[in-house]
């Protein structure tokens, strides 16, 4: 992000999401202990680690999808559980509402509804959540179609695509709603491995052409060497260690991060 305007790169990290301490629990199971990290604004980090070590939940109380039980979320500087001010009120409605809407989530499952063609799943979004009429709701489906390589497509239900090409569509969709932070929960996960390069490559073309900041999980490791800015590994709800890819890769410093990517790569 060179920016000739700007100053040092200290003072362009701006923090866009940021986990503060943050426990959670379900019934007796901690599934997050204590976990703290920030992703700065324009940057891309990728959650690593084992199945059931918290990567989904941490994405799932980013997106107001769930309440942590201690500890701060923030979205650019606000925080999600708590109204501003004295007397530690937990969030409004209207509020969370308001700040769930900077942030966009993909999930594994694509969820398009199988009765509506492509532009109408996208225009839908749109004009409930940001209210648009239909005409300007279809210039920007389409728009964002052509993003993902799908203008062809708009027209097309969601079953006469392959996993591929619905997952690319549902990044789409989520891009229609002008997310400033993108949570990509393993989103090539449920694909044939031959239809998993083309979901990859939107999206590294999406967060290099654009400034959106992404916080996502995945388990494809050359993937993740490439696009991250950071890579941090979690075990059981806490951080493990964070670091630039070309070091965590190549050099983790925790004997769990070693042992995971040594399992990973063997797959
Ligand atoms: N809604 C829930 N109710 C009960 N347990 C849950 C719920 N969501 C997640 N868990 C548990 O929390 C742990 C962490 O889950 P998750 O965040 O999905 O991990 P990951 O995405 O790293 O695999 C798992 O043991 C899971 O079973
Ligand atoms: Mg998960």
Redesign the pocket.
Known sequence: MADSESGSPAAQARPALEFDGVGKR??K?V?LDDFTLTVNAGETVTLI??????????LRLAMLLERADHGDIRVFGESVMWEPGPGHRPISAKRSRRLAGRLGMVFQQYNLFPHMTIVQNLDLAQRTVLKLGRAEATARSLEHLAMVGLEDKAASYPLQLSGGQQQRVALARALTLRPEILLLDEITSALDPELVGEVLEVVRKVTAETDITTLL?THEMRFARDISDRVVM?DEGRVVEEAPPGTLFTKPSSPRTQAFIRRILDH
């Open positions: 379900f019934g199971h599934v680690g084992p199945s059931g070590s918290g990567k989904t939940t941490v999980v979690m």
